[in-house]
């Protein structure tokens, strides 16, 4: 998936091995261990090819190479923590790096505040483009309608999706959808699309993947249903946008952590995956609820939007071009 968008982007791009070494059992650690060993014989090679001033890290297990080899070769660091709580890969890239970028204060729980620098997500460039006039116009909404985004990451999430099938009578009687379903789950969906009334499949707008166009269906909705990753950090206070938030299980507890600093600031509900089906407090009552109490909608959007960095990006940028001041001065 890296590889894509980065090329897609037009940067150049190289891999490198890695493994995870937490939480997998003794055998696949060791040959974790032993592919980050290859790795970072790997990010030397490429750090000693391309001579960087900076070096600049974020992620899971496949930044630790990149972080042990500029650590060894003196290369300056920045670590970007995205999500609220740091995995174990992150914090002991945070352990090598020169300074820390976060998302949020609440990180000062996790990293050392002689390193860390707050800066906010760094929103992509799409959404300082889009306004809710332009998104809904793009998908054919009328300024009037309620309208409710639907989506679970880049891979899509089956729970959500199955709940959204579930209740999409009900869903579709209160708000117009917009529904991204990931490609795994896309023909179920799109069969269950076919298999409405004319009428509600114009307020069933189902994709299975939104690039640049996500930005769009954000701005354009009134509420976001999704999982809690980092993303949500970001990409719904950039806009303003309130939302019931769904945790992924299985993601030890770090979209649990981001989904309660929302929900804390009023910005967002947490509904619990197990609890998407449930008559009395599951996927479709939530909505509902919320829809029909457009004061309390209007607040958590308030709330969403303090939280908001706009500057994000540039700030992180700064901050690199500071950190890589010290290796001209060498």
Not at 207 to 216: G, R, V
Request: hydrophobic share 50%; charged share 20%.
């Amino acid at each position: 998936m890296e590889r894509e968008l980065v090329t897609r982007a037009g940067v150049p791009f190289q891999a490198i091995c890695a493994g995870a070494m937490h939480g997998v059992g003794a055998r696949r650690a060791l040959r974790g261990a032993w592919r980050t060993l290859r790795g970072s014989g790997q990010a030397l090679r490429i750090l000693r090819a391309f001579k960087p001033h900076v070096v600049f890290m974020t992620g899971g297990f496949v930044g630790v190479p990149v972080a042990l080899a500029a650590w060894l070769r003196r290369v300056p660091s920045v670590a970007y923590l995205p999500d609220i709580e740091p995995g174990y890969a992150l914090r002991l890239m945070a352990h090598l790096a020169t300074r820390v970028a976060v998302t949020a204060e609440d990180s000062a729980a996790f990293i050392p505040r002689r390193k860390m620098v707050m800066t906010g997500y760094p929103v992509r460039e799409a959404f300082a483009n889009v306004s809710r006039a332009s998104a809904r116009r793009h998908f054919g909404l009328s300024e009037a309608e309620r309208v409710v985004l639907i989506y679970g990451g880049s891979k899509g999430a089956r729970s959500i999706n199955r709940a959204v099938l579930t209740a999409l009578p009900d869903l579709l009687a209160a708000a117009t959808v917009i529904h991204v379903t990931g490609k795994a789950d896309w023909a179920e969906v799109s069969a269950a699309r076919a298999g409405l009334s004319e009428a509600l499949r114009r307020r069933y707008l189902a994709f299975d993947y939104l690039h640049d166009e996500m930005a769009l269906a954000m701005a354009a909705a009134d509420l976001a249903v999704c999982r809690a990753g980092a993303s949500v950090l970001g990409e719904l206070p950039y806009l303003g946008l309130p939302a019931i938030l769904v945790p992924y299980p299985y993601a030890w507890r770090y979209q649990q952590v981001n989904a309660d600093y929302l929900a804390r600031r009023g910005a967002a509900v947490v509904l619990r995956d197990d609890q998407l089906l449930d008559e009395r407090a599951g996927l479709r009552r939530c909505v509902n609820d919320l829809l029909n109490h457009p004061a309390r909608l209007e607040a958590m959007r308030q709330a969403s939007q303090r939280l908001g960095h706009r500057d994000g990006a540039a700030r992180i940028a700064a901050l690199l071009l500071e950190v890589s001041r010290g290796h001209d001065q060498r």
